[in-house]
């Protein structure tokens, strides 16, 4: 099946990656000196760093009921636990399963669309994306970076002017992406916005037919596909307030978690970092992360977290000794608790990665299938000017 390959291909893809970021974060740090600097690690910070970070997982549930409670009040239960088994798939399944099996478990148990439950999945990733721009940009104008800061990357210099230029781009990209998400928001421009796109192959004059409507097919349906689904989350907040409380809550969440990786610093020798710098580094790994990675985030949750604290004098070997007890010991728990709340709640675990799995390539097969003869003419049209797809 096409849509499996697809699958297969983006696994693939994100365990190259995750294996060039493991060997370049680990080449040139010898096994033993980070092994014998784990042996130094304090881990009693571990109880209080891991409690802090499931405080943010209980806000985000929180921060969930109020974008479900439009269309379904839900206790807290109901919530939790179809929250915590789709954060335990993201940690062990590739491709981000579990925010696919988060709607399906929960729209199962409370009868409840999957379309609308996946919406407001959507519209979380779109806060913590604005969240984590504006943390990015708020950090770098806050934190002392030395002005003798030089880490050489090939024949790229990252300094304090390089960090300066990026914090003032991240500002102009975050400011365009709030404009960008008010005009999805908006529905006449919405509608404006779609039918530009799904024209933008017309542009090619000397290209042939063909070749327009791949690119119609393989692009421009897709960006219509994402806006339609941006759009249908944001509708599900009918006020300026709702906003507000999602925005604040959404801070809230990513404050707590700098806070856990905060903590865990304090048992690690040689991260003498202010929380600051230590927010600015886990906004920096959040970034990295943010990639197709193998099961787990491997590699690139490290490249990100090494080059973060590089950036603020830590060395490689204290870095890297940081990040993987980090690593451990944020997921760990994460999937300890999903695996009991799968336990509560009866959830096949199994049965329902395999299901979302089926389902995400039937998903890719049928968005690919639009613009196909198989698709009557009518629906083609109403496809073409809406963005809709075939589920």
Same mark, same amino acid.
């Given at each position: 099946?096409?849509?499996?390959?697809? !699958?297969?291909?983006?696994?693939?893809?994100?365990?190259?990656?995750?294996?060039?970021?493991?060997?370049?974060? =680990?080449?040139?740090?010898?096994?033993?000196?980070?092994?014998?600097?784990?042996?130094?690690?304090?881990?009693?910070?571990?109880? +209080?760093?891991?409690?802090?970070?499931?405080?943010? =997982?209980?806000?985000?549930? @929180?921060?969930?009921?109020?974008?479900?409670?439009? %269309?379904?009040?839900?206790? %807290?239960?109901?919530?939790?636990?179809?929250?915590?088994?789709?954060?335990?798939?993201?940690?062990?399944?590739?491709?981000?399963?579990?925010?696919?099996?988060?709607?399906?478990? %929960?729209?199962?148990?409370?009868?409840?669309?999957?379309?609308?439950?996946?919406?407001?999945?959507?519209?979380?990733?779109?806060?913590?994306?604005?969240?984590?721009?504006?943390?990015?940009?708020?950090?770098?104008?806050?934190?002392?970076?030395? +002005?003798?800061? *030089?880490?050489?990357?090939? $024949?790229?210099?990252?300094?304090?002017?390089?960090?300066?230029?990026?914090?003032?781009?991240?500002?102009?990209?975050?400011?365009?992406? !709030?404009?960008? !998400?008010?005009? @999805?928001?908006?529905?006449?421009? /919405?509608? =404006?916005?779609?039918?530009?796109?799904?024209?933008?192959?017309?542009?090619?004059?000397?290209?042939g037919n063909d070749f327009k409507?791949?690119?119609?097919?393989?692009?421009?349906?897709?960006l219509v596909q994402i806006i339609?689904?941006?759009?249908?989350?944001? *509708?599900?907040?009918?006020?300026?307030?709702?906003?507000?409380?999602?925005?604040?809550?959404?801070?809230?969440?990513?404050?707590?978690?700098?806070?856990?990786?905060?903590?865990?610093?304090?048992?690690?020798?040689?991260?003498?970092?202010?929380?600051?710098?230590?927010?600015?580094?886990?906004?920096?790994?959040? &970034?990295?992360?943010?990639?197709?990675?193998? +099961?787990?985030?491997?590699?690139?949750?490290?490249?990100?977290?090494? %080059?973060?604290?590089?950036? &603020?004098?830590?060395?490689?070997?204290?870095?890297?000794?940081?990040?993987?007890?980090?690593?451990?010991?944020?997921?760990?728990?994460?999937?300890?608790?999903?695996? !009991?709340?799968?336990?509560?709640?009866?959830?096949?675990?199994?049965?329902?990665? /395999?299901?979302?799995?089926?389902?995400?390539?039937?998903?890719?097969?049928? $968005?690919?299938?639009?613009?196909?003869?198989?698709?009557?003419?009518?629906?083609?049209?109403?496809?073409?000017?809406?963005?809709?797809?075939?589920?």
């Amino acid at each position: 099946m096409p849509g499996n390959k697809k !699958i297969i291909l983006s696994l693939i893809t994100g365990l190259v990656l995750s294996g060039i970021a493991l060997y370049v974060t =680990f080449k040139n740090i010898p096994l033993p000196e980070l092994v014998g600097y784990l042996k130094t690690v304090n881990y009693w910070w571990v109880i +209080p760093a891991v409690a802090i970070a499931l405080m943010s =997982f209980l806000i985000r549930v @929180v921060r969930w009921q109020l974008l479900l409670s439009p %269309f379904k009040k839900t206790d %807290f239960g109901s919530a939790h636990h179809p929250l915590m088994i789709g954060f335990m798939l993201n940690c062990l399944l590739p491709g981000r399963i579990g925010e696919l099996a988060r709607p399906a478990i %929960f729209g199962k148990k409370e009868s409840v669309a999957f379309s609308k439950v996946l919406a407001t999945v959507g519209a979380e990733r779109v806060f913590d994306v604005v969240v984590l721009l504006l943390s990015f940009v708020i950090v770098l104008t806050a934190v002392e970076i030395s +002005p003798t800061l *030089d880490l050489r990357f090939g $024949n790229y210099h990252l300094n304090k002017a390089t960090l300066e230029m990026l914090g003032m781009t991240t500002l102009q990209l975050c400011l365009g992406l !709030i404009a960008c !998400i008010a005009m @999805v928001s908006i529905r006449r421009s /919405r509608r =404006f916005i779609k039918r530009t796109i799904l024209g933008l192959p017309g542009l090619l004059f000397f290209a042939g037919n063909d070749f327009k409507e791949r690119i119609r097919e393989k692009l421009c349906v897709k960006l219509v596909q994402i806006i339609d689904n941006v759009a249908a989350g944001l *509708d599900l907040l009918k006020s300026p307030k709702m906003v507000g409380l999602c925005l604040g809550l959404s801070f809230v969440v990513w404050a707590v978690a700098g806070v856990s990786y905060y903590v865990m610093a304090l048992g690690c020798p040689g991260i003498d970092l202010s929380f600051l710098e230590i927010y600015a580094t886990m906004v920096i790994l959040c &970034f990295f992360i943010s990639l197709p990675s193998a +099961p787990g985030f491997w590699g690139l949750w490290e490249a990100g977290g090494v %080059f973060g604290l590089l950036i &603020f004098g830590v060395s490689a070997k204290e870095a890297a000794g940081f990040t993987l007890t980090n690593h451990v010991f944020q997921m760990v728990p994460v999937i300890i608790i999903g695996l !009991i709340s799968s336990i509560v709640t009866g959830v096949n675990v199994v049965q329902v990665a /395999r299901t979302n799995i089926e389902e995400k390539g039937a998903r890719i097969e049928m $968005n690919q299938a639009v613009y196909t003869d198989e698709v009557p003419h009518e629906y083609l049209e109403d496809c073409k000017l809406h963005g809709k797809s075939m589920d």
